[in-house]
């Protein structure tokens, strides 16, 4: 079957690539040499918000744009110096509250300047960061609040009902953008804090293994994951910024995923400001034509997006690309999910461009598997392992498989971008060894014996929808607190433009009927209850879901119900 899939080679185009080529690359490489340039080579201290802003005033980049900003209604530009200079006067606004390194500072609003310089303020007081998807609701945000013992929250008025204040002891402060001014106990005003701060400040210097920023993700089982970051990051952040992004001094970068998300931090913020590029930071949600005026307006260079939003541009069709003029685009990259072989044809019908897939985690990090400009592409591979990164596929046993044989994709532990602990829970993160000396990143792949990786698919239940990880549990956990629903079982389900969607089997509690109202109920009590992207799309009502003797969903038999395959092993089924 795999030997039988499109193996089309598109080669190298052009050249002036920062890699050379990828056998050159991958033979010669030493992280130890890309380490050298931070402060921490010399001093022994360092701070990832002084690498990616601070160190470039001072240069030639110190009035070189750092990001374009635009929405609805705002269009604004900032510079390297001026994002110095509002990020350490918003470092002064935690200082004076008493934030201090270690603490955790959470950041929940929609994208604006704002997040991106209070996450760099954050940093910047050695403060560890969280980031959260503004789409979160009260109970998302309560259980990372909770989790994380977070002392202050950046939010906006919108949100702010949906932050349990007065509810979690360690909260202390809310720190609102753009209030009217009426601020509640424990409330602080970002414009007017920041309009007395001081620009004066002196960086909070730590040390490479201290923490950075705690994302939380969705594993098949259990409350979310907060992947824990530190300051070591950098040097993958940077090298893969500068490879695989392939970012040059005069590009205009856009990455379109929100900081609430790992691609939005690492590549949305660090990898790009760490090699000095101009970040395009776009508000509101996706459209086609926005999308494409966004590439036009700043003449975007380098595009790093995920297979769902290429898909949906698809969808909208080759005449709407037309109106607008792409010639900009540079390099175009791809995460999050597999990218189709069509996805990447249409690329280059439309954009005159490959896109190019990469692989990595929120475990991970930063970017593991790789499709580089420098290097022939093979659609619907993941690419090659980057530099420095030994990836093999393993037996359930722990054993290397060779070539074309299915299995665990796993890498070799040690990249400096990896998680340093699961928050709160070490067995969670001991998980992730359980062959000696490998991470094992929950997907099954294959090698080819030219060394590319193609994804097959994840080994647990984790649902990707439109590139974005969701907890089957946590969903079922949301859909069970309705009345009406007395069990739930959450699969994803194949779909042409978000990879898969989720759909909920339910069974209801007696005296509850089905009907289209009651479904469409128990849909916005998840959206409305949990987050607007884990809402199922479908729910399906049964009698009795499947469920083992000791009562667990059986969501492999609720999937092959649903596309028809045989069910397989039911003796561990309850009657
Ligand atoms: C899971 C990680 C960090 C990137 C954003 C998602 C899937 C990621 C690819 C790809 C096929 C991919 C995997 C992975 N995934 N990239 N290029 N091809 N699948 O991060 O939420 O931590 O999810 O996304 O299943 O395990 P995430």
């Given at each position: 079957m795999k030997e039988m899939m499109d193996k089309k080679v598109l080669p190298v185009v052009g050249s002036g690539y920062n890699m050379p080529s990828y056998e050159e690359a991958y033979n010669n490489f030493n992280w130890e040499d890309v380490e050298k340039q931070f402060t921490w080579y010399k001093t022994g201290k360092v701070n990832m918000a002084h690498e990616a802003i601070d160190r470039h005033v001072g240069t030639s980049r110190e009035n070189k744009i750092a990001l374009y900003y635009s929405s609805a209604t705002r269009d604004e530009k900032y510079t390297f110096a001026e994002m110095k200079t509002l990020s350490d006067k918003f470092g002064n606004v935690l200082r004076k509250l008493g934030i201090a390194k270690g603490d955790r500072v959470f950041i929940f609003m929609p994208r604006s300047p704002e997040l991106y310089v209070s996450l760099l303020g954050t940093i910047k007081v050695g403060a560890i960061v969280g980031p959260l998807f503004e789409a979160f609701m009260e109970g998302a945000v309560r259980d990372r609040l909770e989790d994380s013992e977070a002392v202050a929250i950046v939010t906006t008025p919108d949100l702010l009902p949906r932050v349990p204040v007065g509810e979690l002891p360690a909260l202390k402060y809310v720190i609102l953008v753009g209030g009217d001014g009426n601020l509640k106990e424990g409330q602080i005003s970002y414009e007017k804090e920041m309009e007395q701060a001081s620009a004066d400040f002196e960086i909070e210097w730590v040390d490479r293994e201290?923490?950075?920023?705690?994302?939380?993700?969705?594993?098949?089982?259990?409350?979310?994951?907060?992947?824990?970051?530190?300051?070591?990051?950098?040097?993958?952040?940077?090298?893969?910024?500068?490879?695989?992004?392939?970012?040059?001094?005069?590009?205009?970068?856009?990455?379109?995923?929100?900081?609430?998300?790992?691609?939005?931090?690492?590549?949305?913020?660090?990898?790009?400001?760490?090699?000095g590029a101009t970040n395009v930071v776009r508000g509101g949600r996706f459209s086609p034509q926005d999308w494409y005026s966004t590439v036009e307006k700043y003449k975007v260079t380098v595009w790093y997006s995920a297979p769902t939003s290429f898909r949906m541009l698809m969808g909208a069709g080759d005449e709407v690309v037309k109106r607008y003029d792409l010639s900009s685009l540079r390099h175009v990259l791809s995460v999050g999910e597999p990218l189709n072989p069509e996805v990447v044809y249409w690329g280059m019908k439309v954009f005159n461009k490959r896109i190019h897939d990469t692989w990595w985690m929120t475990e991970t990090g930063g970017q593991l598997i790789c499709n580089y400009p420098s290097m022939p592409i093979k659609p619907g591979s993941m690419g090659k392992p980057f530099p420095g990164i030994v990836a093999a596929i393993l037996d359930d046993e722990?054993?290397?498989?060779?070539?074309?044989?299915?299995?665990?994709?796993?890498?070799?532990?040690?990249?400096?971008?990896?998680?340093?602990?699961?928050?709160?829970?070490?067995?969670?993160?001991?998980?992730?060894?359980?062959?000696?000396?490998?991470?094992?990143?929950?997907?099954?792949?294959?090698?080819?014996?030219?060394?590319?990786?193609?994804?097959?698919?994840?080994?647990?239940?984790?649902?990707?929808?439109?590139?974005?990880?969701?907890?089957?549990?946590?969903?079922?956990?949301?859909?069970?607190?309705?009345?009406?629903?007395?069990?739930?079982?959450?699969?994803?389900?194949?779909?042409?433009?978000?990879?898969?969607?989720?759909?909920?089997?339910?069974?209801?509690?007696?005296?509850?009927e089905a009907s289209d109202e009651l479904l469409e109920e128990i849909r916005k009590f998840v959206k409305e209850g949990f987050a607007a992207h884990a809402a199922p799309r479908e729910i399906e009502v049964r009698d009795k879901l499947p469920k083992t003797r000791s009562g667990k969903i059986m969501r492999r038999v609720l999937k092959a119900w649903e596309l028809g395959l045989p069910t397989g092993d039911l003796s561990t089924m309850e009657d």
């Open positions: 201290d923490g950075l920023i705690l994302h939380y993700t969705s594993g098949s089982t259990g409350k979310p994951k907060g992947v824990f970051h530190v300051h070591n990051a950098m040097i993958q952040h940077y090298q893969t910024a500068k490879w695989v992004l392939d970012l040059q001094e005069d590009d205009v970068y856009w990455c379109t995923a929100d900081p609430g998300w790992v691609t939005g931090t690492a590549y949305g913020i660090f990898g790009p400001w760490l090699n722990g054993n290397e498989l060779p070539p074309n044989r299915m299995g665990n994709l796993a890498i070799k532990v040690g990249w400096p971008s990896m998680m340093r602990k699961i928050w709160n829970n070490p067995a969670k993160y001991e998980e992730y060894f359980r062959f000696e000396g490998w991470y094992v990143s929950g997907d099954s792949a294959y090698v080819d014996e030219e060394g590319y990786f193609w994804f097959q698919g994840r080994v647990d239940d984790v649902i990707m929808t439109a590139g974005e990880r969701v907890g089957p549990f946590e969903v079922e956990s949301k859909l069970v607190e309705h009345p009406a629903v007395a069990e739930a079982g959450v699969i994803g389900k194949p779909d042409p433009v978000r990879g898969e969607i989720i759909k909920a089997f339910i069974a209801l509690r007696d005296g509850y």
